[in-house]
């Protein structure tokens, strides 16, 4: 099992940049994929971004281009750089680990006002 705690999440202007960042623990060596999923106000969760042990990534055609998912091995952290936020972009963030099953983080709330 791997236990995540993500943190850098909070209140920012439309245009505004934020920085998530997840801490794993735990059954680490197993990690195969990470990825992060969010939830908005009345919306199901969905995938924001993923990256492989390898550095393969896969990003939400809504996030391409602004959002930038990264991973440092060595630290078990895994990152969200998030640059010209949106209030759409408004949501519950959750860092997710896949190691034969899936954990998740408690999330961080991104809050993106007009």
């Known amino acids: 099992q791997v236990q995540l705690v993500e943190s850098g999440g909070g209140l920012v202007q439309a245009g505004g940049s934020l920085r998530l960042s997840c801490a794993a623990s735990?059954?680490?060596?197993?990690?195969?994929?990470m990825a992060w999923y969010r939830q908005g106000p009345g919306k199901q969760r969905e995938l924001v971004a993923r990256?492989?042990?390898?550095?393969?990534?896969v990003y939400a055609d809504s996030v391409k281009g602004r959002f930038t998912i990264s991973r440092d091995n060595a630290k078990n952290a895994l990152y969200l750089q998030m640059n010209s936020l949106k209030p759409e972009d408004t949501a519950v963030y959750y860092c997710?680990?896949?190691?034969?099953?899936?954990?998740w983080g408690q999330g961080t709330q991104v809050t993106v006002y007009s």
């Open positions: 735990g059954s680490i060596f197993s990690i195969n994929v």
């Open positions: 997710a680990a896949w190691s034969g099953a899936v954990d």
């Open positions: 990256i492989t042990s390898g550095g393969n990534t």
